[in-house]
């Protein structure tokens, strides 16, 4: 089922915003331990995604060349802007911790590489091992953040719902429109690749100079060429 690791994801948060409003409090020492916990754990799928990949190459040259143009079309940045704006426009038409939570939390939610890689892996491979990551991380914050922002935290499910499975029924249609000589070594070097951007995700939930992982996101379309590129070579 495409949709399933969209689905567990959304019904994470709900939980866990359920959780939190009642509970109440969440001891900062807990916070950080179950973090880091999940961040180890992180870095174990990281590792394992990005062992698919068959050509070591395409990996490197992929991510080097996305983060070349990452960075110098600043998509973090203006993710970062997007989110700010959205925040301010939500702020100004309604009031009340209900928007405040609802907000802060769709944002952290929505904009990362991890729904995006996450989704893709759902409708390319119906593999839904990074979107069920993602439910422990979005389960875990949501208790924290409706500890302190209340039931608009919950409500972040539906965009979040929404847009993950919009990318993993468009990812669905990708293997429709690739040849099936590509189509294997396509999946195996996009979890590769999407597998190093985990591993940079566990690595800030430990606390090491951050990675800009938005920033690598133009490598998933730059690994799909030189797959294309590295096929129709003659051999």
């Not at 689905?7 to 939980?15: E, K, Y």
């Not at 916070?31 to 190459?57: H, Y």
């Amino acid at each position: 089922m495409v949709l399933l690791g969209t689905i567990v994801n959304g019904l994470a948060i709900i939980i866990g915003a359920w959780l939190g409003m009642s509970l109440k409090r969440f001891p900062d020492d807990m916070k950080e331990t179950v973090m880091k916990a999940i961040g180890l754990a992180v870095l174990v799928l990281g590792f394992s995604m990005a062992l698919k990949g068959e050509n070591i190459l395409i990996v490197i040259f992929s991510l080097a060349i996305g983060g070349v143009l990452g960075e110098r079309w600043n998509i973090e940045g203006k993710l970062n802007e997007l989110g700010k704006w959205i925040e301010r426009r939500m702020k100004q038409r309604t009031e009340g911790k209900i928007a405040e939570g609802f907000v802060a939390a769709t944002l952290l939610y929505v904009v990362g590489a991890m729904a995006i890689i996450g989704a893709l892996d759902s409708g390319l491979r119906l593999d839904h091992s990074v979107l069920y990551t993602k439910s422990v991380l979005d389960g875990f914050s949501a208790i924290v953040f409706a500890a302190t922002m209340g039931v608009g935290v919950m409500f972040s499910a539906i965009p979040v719902v929404l847009y993950q499975g919009a990318l993993a029924i468009g990812a669905t249609f990708i293997v429709n429109f690739v040849p099936q000589q590509y189509l294997d070594s396509f999946i195996n070097e996009i979890t590769a690749v999407g597998g190093v951007m985990i591993i940079g995700i566990g690595l800030n939930l430990l606390g090491v100079p951050r990675v800009r992982i938005a920033n690598l996101l133009p490598a998933i379309i730059i690994c799909c060429i030189l797959v294309i590129i590295i096929h129709d070579l003659p051999l």
